[in-house]
């Protein structure tokens, strides 16, 4: 693994249906995101951890939960997928310190039906 | 609200200078970002500001005035690579990035 990465590429989902989507990262980062895009919209942050066993929301967390039980991983999941979680899916990490930029997965193109 | 503008989409020609504006809102401040981002792709850094002025990497510059909350992206000798969105995001009061829309940028030669 060299950076960041997020499985599955792309899914088709039943409404109602329970989904996890995974989020790895090899740099020892301590924050992770979770971002939403949706066309026309910027980037919307779901959840946030600025470091292993912490979590926070962010501007769109309803019907989304995270985890941080260590520093690689970040998993999102839908409890109960609905239509309007149809989107773009982007997983991000950072050093965390101030100034720093944070670094993309290559997303999860999610279609709830 | 916090609020962040960019243009929907830009045309430029090839070897040209283009100028991306941003302008923005926000609940504090403690920098700005641009990102690249190629369709189907991830956004990828640009550049960053958090003083008055201009910040030059190569073909690429940026420039901040916090007292006006605005910034703006040059783009010179620019390439047909160059097609992409470019995203602005504003750092806030708690340290989250707060995204404009982008700027879609068409190259044409």
């Known amino acids: 693994i060299a950076g960041i990465t997020q499985a599955p590429t792309s899914q088709i989902l039943a409404a109602g249906r329970r989904m996890t989507l995974r989020c790895t990262q090899d740099?020892?980062?301590?924050?992770m995101y979770w971002y939403r895009q949706d066309l026309g919209l910027g980037l919307r942050l779901i959840h946030y951890?600025?470091?292993?066993?912490?979590?926070g929301k962010g501007e769109v967390p309803d019907g989304y939960s995270v985890s941080r039980a260590n520093t690689d991983d970040f998993p999102l999941t839908l409890a109960s997928a609905v239509p309007s979680q149809t989107s773009v899916y982007f997983c991000?990490?950072?050093?965390?310190?101030?100034?720093?930029?944070?670094?993309f997965g290559p997303g999860t193109r999610l279609t709830v039906l | 609200g916090q609020n962040i503008d960019q243009p929907t989409e830009m045309t430029a020609t090839e070897g040209a200078i283009v100028q991306i504006n941003c302008t923005y809102q926000?609940?504090?401040?403690?920098?700005l970002f641009w990102y690249q981002q190629h369709a189907g792709e991830a956004p990828t850094f640009l550049s960053y500001?958090?003083l008055d002025g201009l910040e030059e990497k190569g073909r690429f510059s940026s420039f901040l005035s916090r007292s006006k909350g605005y910034s703006y992206l040059l783009l010179k000798e620019l390439q047909m690579k160059d097609s992409a969105s470019y995203l602005c995001?504003?750092?806030?009061?708690?340290?989250?990035?707060?995204w404009g829309a982008g700027t879609k940028l068409i190259i044409k030669p």
């Open positions: 991000a990490s950072s050093t965390g310190d101030g100034g720093n930029e944070q670094f």
């Open positions: 740099m020892r980062h301590n924050a």
């Open positions: 951890s600025n470091t292993a066993g912490t979590t």
């Open positions: 995001a504003v750092r806030d009061s708690n340290y989250q990035l707060i």
């Open positions: 500001n958090v």
């Open positions: 926000t609940s504090g401040f403690n920098g």
